[in-house]
């Protein structure tokens, strides 16, 4: 009896319950963005705000919980490492572009922070080629940033007093101050600790 046994190509992509949240995230994004762009008269600008909110809090939920369930059940994969910060990234990026429209966030304040993320993101994929990835390793600067960012960000989407008491539009530009000044201060560090060594690949 012959058996025959199949092997995944290389160039396939990985397909379980963590990366599915991971794509779930993905598909949010636009829903996020359309919300504020539906028909007039479909939502309320109260509603749209409140419908907005929900999206980036699931989405938020589904970030913490796809990387959660990868390391419980021994799911994590180089393409889930890849898609997950990309995920992030669009959610944040296109949040902030529609807060922009919105003029609820000042324009510099937004491409601070989506900047910043874009040279990160490159100066992370050019230490990992050189094998000096533990260099720009997520500090926790760059934690607490993301922290006040996941929290300012919903805020400004509601924009309105939460339980008649808390103006979420005063404390969620506050804390978007906040989560820029730490942006530029740990993109520095990250920055700092990588200089040495472009400095030694360019020596060679």
């Known amino acids: 009896m012959i058996t025959q046994t199949t092997q995944q190509s290389p160039y396939s992509m990985p397909l379980n319950v963590p990366i599915m949240l991971t794509w779930l995230r993905v598909a949010l994004i636009p829903l996020l963005v359309g919300v504020f762009y539906l028909p007039e008269g479909w939502l309320s600008p109260a509603r749209q705000g ?4 929900i999206v980036f809090i699931v989405a938020a939920i589904t970030d913490w919980f796809d990387g959660y369930l990868a390391r419980r059940w021994n799911q994590t994969s180089a393409f889930g490492a890849f898609l997950d910060p990309v ?3 669009l959610m944040v990026a296109g949040a902030l572009v529609v807060l922009v429209q919105l003029d609820r966030v000042d324009a510099i304040l ?4 989506i900047g910043r993320e874009i040279t990160i993101s490159a100066l992370r ?37 939460l339980f008649g008491i808390i103006d979420t539009r005063v404390i969620g530009m506050w804390l978007l101050v906040l989560a820029a000044i730490l942006t530029v201060w740990s993109m520095m560090y990250y920055l700092r600790r990588a200089l040495p060594i472009i400095r030694a690949m360019d020596r060679r």
């Not at 937004?110 to 922070?113: D, E, G, V």
């Not at 990835?133 to 993301?146: D, F, N």
């Open 50 to 53: 409140i419908a907005a909110t």
């Open 87 to 89: 995920a992030d990234k």
């Open 110 to 113: 937004s491409f601070i922070i």
């Open 125 to 161: 994929e050019w230490m990992a080629s050189i094998g000096a990835s533990h260099s720009v390793a997520v500090s926790s600067l760059g934690k607490v940033k993301t922290i006040a960012q996941m929290v300012a960000i919903p805020m400004l989407l509601y924009y309105d007093k």
